[in-house]
């Protein structure tokens, strides 16, 4: 049975996986029951500390494995998440829209797209259909602090700072949930007969097995691609961006607004980011070096700096970051499954990073294999769900930029080129011309993007789908039901505007209490 797990890395993915695992199985005691699960951390090893915004799962997450929101709140920096908005992706003319976590009202039971495009889609869809846009404009927190922790009024998901997220996390998993944490240097890695990992031979002399190794030891992949040799995949020539500029930028003053939302700010070869905590701003810069030098990278990176009235005028230079996007061709090999970045690692639009590292310590969590013969399954399982969401993220990303009318550069320009768009991805363009994306279009439950977050980027970004209302015989019912939802929507949104408390006031309030 699978007694006992090895998490090579800590960072983020690390310690999540630790958490997610450990909560879930009662650590080995003395009778034999349970699973053991230990953290071995080389101590000289960064963290990569960008992947700063979370989706709305990390509330699960959290409250899963035992984390009190407040004290998340107070001890990692943290600030609300509501969605991202794009700004200059469309047209680079000072446009702008969001994404938001709240779905369009009626979800699941009505299609608001189909007769907002009907109606003539004018304005912003996302506002017609959803209050988060407007609260976000203002800078409005998505709960009161009435609400109870990980409950809300409007969806969201957080900002953090990383590290101290992994300090969290870390302190978390060895004194609440009896994770075991060694520091040390892998030197070698020990096969049994069958090809599985028995264990690691440490430089201090040391060696450390287990029935199964998570590796979480980020662009070395020390287990999946230096040992195993499991081929990377590639999607450079689908996603361009390789490098980036990261800054931690301070805030002009304490009560500066903290922004409730993702910033994402296409330029000339790239985009920037822009992630507002209570004690300072993550900003990023994210481009391909095929289309811009570093030099010309920072100088958009700098005057995006230089034109935000919000921030110090002193910062610190960015640090850089390169990386070659794409993912392993297999994640559970043998004994040895790879999570987040050795894993696989693309530009940080929709902040997808942490979102995969959840998933993939939950399937390990909920389906820890019993017996080696039962691992060969899981793994098999593991593998085709983890390949879709890879498939999934490119498409996602890769939407994004086939969807933009720029053509000021060769990086936009090239990003129209159909010999770059995955065939999957013009599939579903082809569909979406006569077909509003719905609920109701795969039955695939491992679906990362639902379509909802397809409606908001196809139409904040001014995609036509042509609708035909002759093709639904419930087309005047629903359109009754739509109306009303939308013009509910409009009430809501001016409930939110008016209740809401600050970003900043409630993030205070938090860290008073």
């Known amino acids: 049975m699978t007694k006992t797990v090895v998490i090579v890395g800590g960072g983020s993915a690390g310690w999540l996986t630790a958490g997610i695992i450990a909560a879930r199985h009662n650590p080995l005691d003395k009778a034999g029951q349970g699973t053991k699960v230990t953290v071995l951390e080389s101590p000289d090893v960064a963290n990569l500390g960008v992947g700063e915004g979370t989706w709305p799962t990390m509330r699960d997450t959290l409250r899963q494995i035992g984390i009190s929101e407040a004290d998340f709140l107070r001890a990692c920096d943290v600030s609300f998440k509501q969605g991202s908005q794009f700004i200059n992706w469309q047209r680079g003319e000072g446009e702008s829209y969001y994404h938001p976590f709240f779905p369009p009202g009626g979800y699941g039971s009505v299609n608001l797209a189909a007769h907002w495009l009907n109606a003539g889609g004018n304005g912003s869809f996302a506002d017609a259909v959803c209050p988060q846009g407007k609260v976000c404009d203002l800078g409005l927190a998505p709960k009161t602090a009435q609400t109870p922790e990980y409950a809300f009024g409007l969806n969201y998901g957080y ?12 302190r978390h998993c060895v004194e609440k949930l009896g994770v075991d944490h060694q520091l040390g240097h892998v030197d070698q ?6 090809g599985d990992i028995q264990a690691l031979s440490l430089t201090n002399g040391a060696s450390i097995s287990a029935d199964l190794f998570v590796d979480c030891t980020g662009f070395a992949a020390l287990l999946i691609g230096k040992h195993y040799e499991v081929p ?20 002009a003053a304490e009560d500066t607004p903290i922004a409730s939302c993702t910033k994402s700010t296409a330029q000339s070869s790239g985009w920037v ?9 993550g900003i ?27 921030l110090a005028k002193d910062h610190p230079s960015p640090r850089k970051i390169t990386f070659q996007p794409g993912h392993r061709e297999t994640f559970w090999y043998k004994n040895c499954v790879a999570v987040g970045v050795s894993a696989g690692f693309v530009e940080p639009l929709e902040a997808s990073a942490l979102v995969l590292i959840e998933k993939s310590a939950e399937f390990i969590s909920n389906n820890l294999p019993q017996d080696r013969s039962a691992m060969t399954v899981v793994s098999k399982r593991f593998n085709e769900i983890i390949s879709k969401y890879w498939t999934d993220i490119v498409d996602f990303l890769k939407l994004h930029y086939v969807l933009s009318e720029r053509t000021d550069s060769e990086y936009w320009r090239d990003h129209k080129d159909p010999n770059s768009m995955p065939d999957s991805l013009r599939d579903s363009l082809q569909l979406w011309r006569s077909q509003v994306p719905w609920a109701s279009d795969t039955n695939n439950r491992a679906e990362l993007f639902s379509a909802a977050s397809v409606q908001y980027v196809l139409y904040g970004m001014g995609f036509v789908t042509e609708v035909s209302s002759r093709r639904y015989r419930q087309w005047s019912k629903d359109a009754a039901l739509a109306e009303r939802l939308m ?10 505007m008016a209740s809401q408390p600050s970003n900043r006031d409630l993030l205070n309030l938090v860290r008073r209490a």
């Open 232 to 251: 990377f995949i590639s999607q450079r020539d689908c996603l361009f961006n390789d490098t980036a500029l990261a800054v931690q930028a301070k805030h």
């Open 487 to 496: 013009r509910d929507n409009l009430g809501k949104t001016e409930m939110f």
């Open 159 to 170: 900002h953090l700072n990383a590290g101290k997220f992994v300090e969290l996390l870390q």
């Open 189 to 194: 890695v020990l096969d049994a007969e069958n």
């Open 284 to 310: 990023g810069h994210v481009f391909s070096s095929q289309h811009s030098s570093v030099e010309k990278a920072e100088d958009e990176l700098q005057r995006y700096l230089d034109a935000d009235q919000w």
């Open 273 to 281: 980011w822009d992630i507002a905590l209570p004690t300072r701003r």
